[in-house]
Antibody
Framework: EVQLVESGGGLVQPGGSLRLSCAAS????????MNWVRQAPGKGLEWVSS????????YYADSVKGRFTISRDNAESSLFLQMNSLRDDDTAVYFC??????????????????WGKGTTVTVSS | EIVLTQSPGTLSLSPGERATLSCRAS???????LAWYQQKPGQAPRLLIYGASNRATGIPDRFSGSGSGSDFTLTFSRLEPEDYAVYYCQHYAGSPRITFGQGTRLEIK
């Protein structure tokens, strides 16, 4: 079964740090780019960061650039998000999601096809 | 940055009715990069539609997507009890430009 399981969330004070993990199973992790997407309480989805299959290409949303670092360990089929200088507005459920880009009949498609259940990060004093 | 605006914010309908959800982009976008997701309370989002009109694996044919340019629609031919959820559209314009709409809540009337 294709599965993503996040962990590492918790309560942290403003200015603190936290490291999230996402364990992948049931597919060849090293073959896919991966994403972190978050959802603040009662709000919609916000893309946070993405990393290519070999870690060569990394992107961040402006809201987290300079504070968060995405990484992966293909040997361990794991994705990580190091979060520093946390702020109240970083409070959210953080999901990892598999990136899919396919070409079918000459057309290029993009979507996120597998999602974890999420891990909750609460930034509060 | 492309902004996706979904409407209505909340839609109240009865089981068996037809439902139409809208996703409007702030400018014309490629339909191949437009996806729809379903999210139930306490659960992860679930891919429904990619490329504006292609159903993901295992998605029943009562769900359909359509549209082009800046206007896209997710349609339910006949609502089932398990369809009540929040629905998001998403656009990919090349990382780091991945955006989601604010969501439409579909609730039982």
């Amino acid at each position: 079964e294709v599965q993503l399981v996040e962990s590492g969330g918790g309560l942290v004070q403003p200015g603190g740090s936290l490291r999230l993990s996402c364990a992948a199973s049931g597919f060849t992790f090293s073959g896919f780019s991966m994403n972190w997407v978050r959802q603040a309480p009662g709000k919609g989805l916000e893309w946070v960061s993405s990393i290519s299959s070999g870690s060569a290409t990394i992107y961040y949303a402006d809201s987290v650039k300079g504070r968060f670092t995405i990484s992966r360990d293909n040997a361990e089929s794991s994705l990580f998000l190091q979060m520093n200088s946390l702020r109240d507005d970083d409070t959210a459920v953080y999901f990892c999601a598999r990136d899919r880009r396919i070409v079918a009949a000459g057309t290029d498609y993009y979507y996120m096809d597998v999602w974890g259940k999420g891990t909750t990060v609460t930034v509060s004093s | 940055e492309i902004v996706l605006t979904q409407s209505p914010g909340t839609l109240s309908l009865s089981p068996g009715e037809r439902a139409t959800l809208s996703c409007r982009a702030s400018e014309s976008i490629s339909s191949s990069y437009l996806a729809w997701y379903q999210q139930k309370p306490g659960q992860a989002p679930r891919l429904l539609i990619y490329g504006a009109s292609n159903r993901a694996t295992g998605i029943p044919d009562r769900f359909s997507g359509s549209g082009s340019g800046s206007d896209f629609t997710l349609t339910f031919s006949r609502l089932e009890p398990e369809d009540y959820a929040v629905y998001y559209c998403q656009h990919y314009a090349g990382s780091p430009r991945i955006t989601f709409g604010q969501g439409t809540r579909l609730e039982i009337k």
